[in-house]
């Protein structure tokens, strides 16, 4: 597993009080305060990295009010950040996402959630005193983000690229894409450790699905947070050619797209 994109609680023990990692909470402020926190850690709650506004594509919240959440937080651009959350990872894995597309270079997924940070490692209910940064985002350029649209879907289909649904299987019943194939987004998580499954393992389960690295994959959901966590464990496995339709099912129904319903085959 790539630790530029993924790491184990064990190095962010190791590498936490250097001075340019950057831990993020990403789980609501009063778990954060209440229930306790990796220590050093910053609050930046889901909800409000998440616009439902289309202020920008999807739910995205776009970058002036993202890069001033990390302003806020003390981060730079240099920095390496690491979010979690106490779900298996997909809400810190829309961080994640988030981050890369507003262009900040290295930014990781924590494996395992703070739960699996607190089966070894001490927590804190001290907040870090931060000193408030001038954070200057760089959104990718179209041609260099994996976020697509309408269209670019339109012609995925028309071109035999793999559609991978990671919603639920009755949302998956009552209405998905053509053609695609349904990966719920849990099965790379190991329920007792609350880890990622070993490389291996998770490639060929992959593989059943036909989710393989030659292959173009384009990923969707509802509103594009449970494909975040599928990405994140795409990308720290070498796939390369995998598109993130921000959009989801929720603007390709909104604008009439074909849809099939029923069981899967």
């Known amino acids: 597993m790539n630790d530029s994109v993924v790491v184990t609680p064990d190095w962010l023990a190791a590498h936490r009080e250097d001075s340019q990692v950057r831990i993020v909470d990403v789980r609501d402020a009063w778990e954060y305060d209440g229930i306790g926190h990796i220590p050093g850690a910053v609050s930046i709650p889901f909800d409000s990295y998440r616009d439902e506004s289309d202020v920008d594509r999807g739910t995205l919240p776009g970058a002036e009010a993202f890069a001033d959440l990390l302003s806020e937080a003390g981060i730079t651009p240099e920095d390496t950040i690491v979010a979690y959350d106490d779900t298996h990872g997909v809400f810190a894995a829309r961080f994640v996402l ?11 997924l924590l494996d395992g959630d703070y739960s699996a940070w607190n089966q070894e490692y001490e927590t ?12 200057d985002p760089d959104p990718l350029a179209p041609e260099e983000s994996p976020l697509v649209d309408y269209d670019a879907v339109e012609a995925a289909l028309e071109h ?9 299987a009755h949302e ?10 349904r990966f719920d987004w849990r099965e790379v998580v190991d329920d007792e450790t609350r880890r990622l499954k070993p490389a291996a393992e998770l490639e060929d389960l992959l593989a059943e699905y036909g989710i393989t690295p030659d292959r173009e994959i384009v990923l969707y959901c509802n509103t594009a947070r449970r494909i975040s966590h599928t990405y994140v464990v795409l990308r720290a496995l070498g796939y390369e050619d995998v598109a993130f339709y921000e959009g989801s099912l929720t603007e390709w129904v909104a604008n009439d797209g074909e849809v099939e319903s029923g069981e899967a085959e």
């Not at 793999?162 to 639920?168: M, Q, S």
């Not at 998956?172 to 194939?181: H, S």
């Open 98 to 108: 988030t981050a890369l597309e507003y262009g900040h270079d290295d930014v990781r």
């Open 124 to 135: 804190s209910s001290e907040t870090p005193d931060v000193e408030s940064t001038e954070y």
């Open 160 to 168: 035999g690229a793999l559609f991978v649904d990671t919603r639920e």
């Open 172 to 181: 998956f019943e009552e209405a998905r894409l053509p053609g695609a194939v």
